[in-house]
């Protein structure tokens, strides 16, 4: 079964854009089929990130109808691929039609992630709403802490399940894991330290866990990525029995 997951945060800065590519790329290094979707249509950051921050063809051109899907796909050298939005489209487009776009990159994948803008607002709610389930990227510090639970409470509207939780820039400072696991309500995935050494990645457009993969920040991407994954292999297994009792019940 392949899941759809919106990478969102209430909060600017947490590190939404790094944890949607890096987690992407190490489920990717994995064997999974994935796609990152960048729904920022208004400031986009994974094109520009990995260096690319002009493509001939982008997410936009596919919301307004002048492009199909697959001519808006780029292969990373990781493998991993990216529909990237972009950053000169002018004309004004809506996300109305995302889910209708995810649904498609479905059919092909094992994972599509979906980052998208910050704040709780309408453009977040179409995010949710076009995938099966969220990710709560978050800081330890009250503000950001405060912002994710907004996220959460939206989700929680829109009927969408949240994944877990993401906690970035960790060290000394700011709330402990316990306490922001009951805060949150959820299962933290894992936490991701700060490091300059993610700053280094992005200035020299590439995702930290192709640039240094045994760096601290790419294990910790490492590990969440093999905790959804096994959720993934566990879904599936699940799936698998449920279909067998139905069979025993049957022939009883």
């Known amino acids: 079964m392949t899941r759809s997951i919106a990478i969102v945060s209430g909060k600017g800065g947490v590190g939404k854009t790094t944890t949607a590519i890096n987690l992407g790329i190490s489920l990717n290094n994995l064997g999974k089929s994935v796609t990152i979707v960048d729904a920022n249509i208004?400031?986009?950051d994974v094109a520009l990130s990995l260096g690319a921050p002009i493509v001939p063809i982008a997410l936009q051109h596919v919301l307004s109808g002048k492009a199909k899907t697959h001519n808006a796909i780029y292969r990373h050298n990781s493998g991993t691929k990216i529909l990237p939005s972009s950053l000169s489209f002018s004309e004004k487009v809506e996300l109305s039609k995302l889910k209708e776009v995810v649904e498609e990159?479905?059919?092909?994948?094992?994972f599509v992630l979906v980052d998208c803008a910050a704040g709780v607002n309408d453009e977040l709610s179409r995010v949710m709403?076009?995938?099966?389930?969220?990710?709560i990227v978050t800081n330890p510090e009250i503000?950001?802490?405060?912002?994710?639970?907004?996220?959460?409470?939206?989700?929680?509207?829109l009927d969408r399940s949240v994944t877990g939780i993401i906690v970035n820039k960790t060290g000394?400072?700011?709330m402990k894991h316990d306490n922001i696991q009951s805060l949150l309500e959820h299962e933290i995935l894992g936490e991701v330290p700060s490091d300059g050494g993610v700053r280094e990645a992005l200035l020299s457009r590439e995702a930290i866990v192709s640039l240094d993969p045994k760096s601290k920040v790419s294990k910790s991407y490492g590990q969440i990525a093999k905790r959804i994954s096994s959720e993934f292999n566990e879904s599936k297994f699940d799936k698998l029995v449920d279909i067998l009792y139905s069979l025993r019940e049957m022939l009883e």
Do not use: Q
Not at 105 to 110: A, M, P
Not at 143 to 157: D, G
């Open 42 to 44: 208004s400031t986009p």
């Open 105 to 110: 990159l479905k059919k092909s994948n094992d």
């Open 129 to 135: 709403e076009s995938c099966d389930e969220c990710l």
């Open 143 to 157: 503000t950001a802490l405060t912002s994710a639970l907004k996220t959460i409470k939206l989700a929680k509207k």
């Open 172 to 174: 000394k400072i700011g």
